[in-house]
Protein backbone atom coordinates (compact mmCIF):
# COMPACT_ATOMS: atom_id res chain seq x y z
CA UNK A 1 0.00 0.00 0.00
CA UNK A 2 1.48 3.44 -1.28
CA UNK A 3 1.77 5.40 2.06
CA UNK A 4 3.68 8.41 3.87
CA UNK A 5 4.35 7.55 7.67
CA UNK A 6 5.21 9.77 10.62
CA UNK A 7 6.05 9.26 13.83
CA UNK A 8 5.23 10.21 16.01
CA UNK A 9 2.03 11.07 16.29
CA UNK A 10 1.42 13.00 19.07
CA UNK A 11 4.37 14.45 21.45
CA UNK A 12 4.50 16.60 24.47
CA UNK A 13 7.49 17.90 25.33
CA UNK A 14 9.54 20.81 26.59
CA UNK A 15 10.92 24.40 25.63
CA UNK A 16 14.45 23.67 24.33
CA UNK A 17 14.44 19.55 24.28
CA UNK A 18 15.36 18.88 20.69
CA UNK A 19 13.22 16.46 18.94
CA UNK A 20 12.64 15.05 15.29
CA UNK A 21 9.91 14.01 13.35
CA UNK A 22 10.58 11.34 11.13
CA UNK A 23 9.03 11.19 7.78
CA UNK A 24 8.63 8.22 5.35
CA UNK A 25 6.80 7.13 1.78
CA UNK A 26 7.14 4.32 -0.31
CA UNK A 27 5.86 5.77 -3.34
CA UNK A 28 9.39 6.35 -4.86
CA UNK A 29 8.71 10.08 -5.27
CA UNK A 30 11.54 12.84 -5.48
CA UNK A 31 9.58 15.77 -3.72
CA UNK A 32 8.78 15.93 -0.30
CA UNK A 33 7.74 18.41 2.00
CA UNK A 34 6.24 19.93 5.28
CA UNK A 35 4.24 22.07 6.69
CA UNK A 36 2.27 23.31 9.61
CA UNK A 37 -1.19 23.64 10.00
CA UNK A 38 -2.81 26.43 13.02
CA UNK A 39 -6.01 27.71 13.20
CA UNK A 40 -7.01 30.66 11.65
CA UNK A 41 -3.45 30.35 9.68
CA UNK A 42 -4.11 27.49 7.27
CA UNK A 43 -1.45 25.47 6.37
CA UNK A 44 1.63 26.57 5.49
CA UNK A 45 5.42 25.40 4.36
CA UNK A 46 8.25 24.64 6.44
CA UNK A 47 10.92 22.89 3.92
CA UNK A 48 10.51 20.85 0.84
CA UNK A 49 13.00 19.19 -0.86
CA UNK A 50 12.84 18.45 -4.67
CA UNK A 51 14.93 15.59 -4.26
CA UNK A 52 18.35 14.15 -2.16
CA UNK A 53 20.21 16.73 -3.72
CA UNK A 54 17.61 19.81 -3.08
CA UNK A 55 16.09 21.21 -0.01
CA UNK A 56 15.24 24.77 0.78
CA UNK A 57 13.13 26.59 2.43
CA UNK A 58 9.07 26.99 2.61
CA UNK A 59 7.48 30.11 3.74
CA UNK A 60 7.99 29.32 7.96
CA UNK A 61 11.71 27.65 8.11
CA UNK A 62 12.50 29.56 11.07
CA UNK A 63 13.20 27.06 14.02
CA UNK A 64 13.47 24.05 12.33
CA UNK A 65 15.99 21.87 10.11
CA UNK A 66 15.72 18.89 7.70
CA UNK A 67 17.79 16.36 6.10
CA UNK A 68 17.45 14.59 2.98
CA UNK A 69 19.76 11.74 3.37
CA UNK A 70 17.79 8.92 1.32
CA UNK A 71 14.77 9.13 -0.96
CA UNK A 72 12.10 7.58 0.86
CA UNK A 73 12.75 9.78 4.39
CA UNK A 74 12.74 13.59 5.20
CA UNK A 75 12.96 14.08 8.98
CA UNK A 76 12.02 17.75 10.62
CA UNK A 77 14.40 18.74 13.29
CA UNK A 78 13.65 20.95 16.18
CA UNK A 79 16.90 22.14 17.78
CA UNK A 80 15.20 23.81 20.24
CA UNK A 81 11.80 23.65 20.63
CA UNK A 82 9.47 26.59 21.66
CA UNK A 83 5.70 27.12 22.53
CA UNK A 84 5.19 29.18 19.30
CA UNK A 85 6.23 25.62 17.28
CA UNK A 86 3.31 23.58 19.23
CA UNK A 87 1.04 22.67 15.96
CA UNK A 88 -0.09 20.14 13.83
CA UNK A 89 2.59 18.63 11.36
CA UNK A 90 1.87 17.29 8.34
CA UNK A 91 4.34 15.52 5.87
CA UNK A 92 3.87 15.01 2.03
CA UNK A 93 5.36 13.42 -0.72
CA UNK A 94 4.52 14.82 -4.63
CA UNK A 95 3.73 12.79 -7.75
CA UNK A 96 4.50 13.74 -11.14
CA UNK A 97 1.12 15.61 -11.57
CA UNK A 98 2.05 17.71 -8.74
CA UNK A 99 -0.90 15.86 -6.50
CA UNK A 100 0.24 15.76 -2.54
CA UNK A 101 -0.08 12.92 -0.23
CA UNK A 102 -0.29 13.70 2.98
CA UNK A 103 1.15 11.51 6.49
CA UNK A 104 -1.37 11.10 8.76
CA UNK A 105 0.27 14.47 11.00
CA UNK A 106 1.47 15.06 14.33
CA UNK A 107 0.30 16.42 17.04
CA UNK A 108 3.39 18.68 18.85
CA UNK A 109 2.75 20.40 22.60
CA UNK A 110 5.67 22.15 23.45
CA UNK A 111 5.40 23.75 26.60
CA UNK B 1 -2.85 40.30 -1.40
CA UNK B 2 -2.86 36.85 -0.39
CA UNK B 3 -1.34 34.42 -2.97
CA UNK B 4 -4.76 31.92 -3.25
CA UNK B 5 -7.76 33.21 -1.14
CA UNK B 6 -10.85 31.17 -0.04
CA UNK B 7 -14.03 32.19 1.31
CA UNK B 8 -13.56 31.03 4.91
CA UNK B 9 -17.49 30.23 4.89
CA UNK B 10 -18.97 28.51 7.15
CA UNK B 11 -21.31 26.91 4.32
CA UNK B 12 -24.17 25.76 5.90
CA UNK B 13 -26.29 23.99 3.29
CA UNK B 14 -29.50 20.98 3.55
CA UNK B 15 -28.30 17.35 2.22
CA UNK B 16 -29.42 17.21 -1.28
CA UNK B 17 -28.20 21.01 -2.37
CA UNK B 18 -25.81 22.30 -4.47
CA UNK B 19 -22.77 24.26 -3.48
CA UNK B 20 -19.91 26.17 -5.17
CA UNK B 21 -16.54 27.07 -3.65
CA UNK B 22 -14.61 29.62 -5.06
CA UNK B 23 -10.68 30.51 -4.57
CA UNK B 24 -9.14 33.39 -6.24
CA UNK B 25 -5.23 33.57 -6.76
CA UNK B 26 -2.40 35.84 -7.75
CA UNK B 27 0.58 36.12 -10.67
CA UNK B 28 2.72 34.36 -8.16
CA UNK B 29 0.45 31.27 -7.97
CA UNK B 30 0.18 30.26 -11.44
CA UNK B 31 1.03 26.65 -11.78
CA UNK B 32 -1.08 23.80 -11.23
CA UNK B 33 -4.15 23.73 -8.98
CA UNK B 34 -6.06 21.18 -6.99
CA UNK B 35 -8.72 20.76 -4.39
CA UNK B 36 -8.45 18.79 -1.31
CA UNK B 37 -10.70 17.78 1.42
CA UNK B 38 -9.71 17.66 5.07
CA UNK B 39 -11.60 16.35 7.57
CA UNK B 40 -11.70 17.62 11.28
CA UNK B 41 -7.48 16.92 12.25
CA UNK B 42 -6.73 14.72 10.02
CA UNK B 43 -4.68 14.99 6.58
CA UNK B 44 -5.66 16.64 3.58
CA UNK B 45 -6.83 14.24 1.16
CA UNK B 46 -6.60 14.86 -2.56
CA UNK B 47 -10.07 15.71 -4.38
CA UNK B 48 -9.76 16.73 -8.06
CA UNK B 49 -7.21 18.01 -10.20
CA UNK B 50 -8.25 21.66 -11.66
CA UNK B 51 -8.38 21.74 -15.83
CA UNK B 52 -9.13 24.51 -17.76
CA UNK B 53 -11.73 22.55 -19.61
CA UNK B 54 -13.09 21.81 -16.67
CA UNK B 55 -13.09 18.20 -14.25
CA UNK B 56 -15.69 16.32 -13.39
CA UNK B 57 -16.06 13.21 -10.92
CA UNK B 58 -19.36 12.25 -9.82
CA UNK B 59 -21.21 14.69 -8.14
CA UNK B 60 -17.83 17.53 -7.93
CA UNK B 61 -16.74 19.48 -10.69
CA UNK B 62 -14.10 21.79 -10.84
CA UNK B 63 -12.29 24.61 -13.13
CA UNK B 64 -9.73 26.75 -13.26
CA UNK B 65 -10.22 30.25 -15.11
CA UNK B 66 -7.41 31.70 -15.75
CA UNK B 67 -8.17 35.25 -17.45
CA UNK B 68 -10.42 36.31 -14.18
CA UNK B 69 -7.69 33.81 -12.05
CA UNK B 70 -10.33 31.69 -10.16
CA UNK B 71 -10.85 28.26 -9.26
CA UNK B 72 -14.26 26.80 -8.44
CA UNK B 73 -15.66 23.47 -7.17
CA UNK B 74 -18.88 22.33 -7.61
CA UNK B 75 -21.02 19.71 -5.22
CA UNK B 76 -23.87 19.13 -6.73
CA UNK B 77 -26.83 16.51 -4.61
CA UNK B 78 -24.97 17.04 -1.28
CA UNK B 79 -24.40 14.48 1.08
CA UNK B 80 -23.89 14.70 4.94
CA UNK B 81 -20.71 12.86 4.66
CA UNK B 82 -19.48 15.94 2.07
CA UNK B 83 -19.46 18.14 5.65
CA UNK B 84 -15.75 19.06 5.50
CA UNK B 85 -12.96 21.59 4.74
CA UNK B 86 -12.07 21.97 1.53
CA UNK B 87 -9.00 23.31 0.04
CA UNK B 88 -7.83 25.24 -2.79
CA UNK B 89 -3.60 25.05 -3.59
CA UNK B 90 -1.31 26.06 -6.02
CA UNK B 91 2.10 26.34 -6.33
CA UNK B 92 4.36 29.41 -6.98
CA UNK B 93 5.69 30.00 -10.87
CA UNK B 94 8.70 27.47 -10.80
CA UNK B 95 6.52 24.71 -9.33
CA UNK B 96 8.66 24.51 -5.82
CA UNK B 97 6.65 25.97 -2.93
CA UNK B 98 3.03 24.84 -2.29
CA UNK B 99 0.33 27.83 -1.64
CA UNK B 100 -2.36 26.66 0.56
CA UNK B 101 -6.12 29.07 0.62
CA UNK B 102 -7.31 29.34 4.21
CA UNK B 103 -9.64 26.45 3.42
CA UNK B 104 -13.54 26.67 3.52
CA UNK B 105 -15.98 24.94 6.02
CA UNK B 106 -19.24 22.84 4.53
CA UNK B 107 -21.81 21.45 6.88
CA UNK B 108 -24.13 19.58 5.34
CA UNK B 109 -27.23 18.74 7.02
CA UNK B 110 -30.13 17.02 6.92
Known amino acids: EAQVTQNPRYLITVTGKKLTVTCSQNMNHEYMSWYRQDPGLGLRQIYYSMNVEVTDKGDVPEGYKVSRKEKRNFPLILESPSPNQTSLYFCATRGGAYEQYFGPGTRLTVT | RKEVEQDPGPFNVPEGATVAFNCTYSNSASQSFFWYRQDCRKEPKLLMS???SGNEDGRFTAQLNRASQYISLLIRDSKLSDSATYLCVGYNTGGFKTIFGAGTRLFVKA
Open chain 2, 50 to 52: VYS
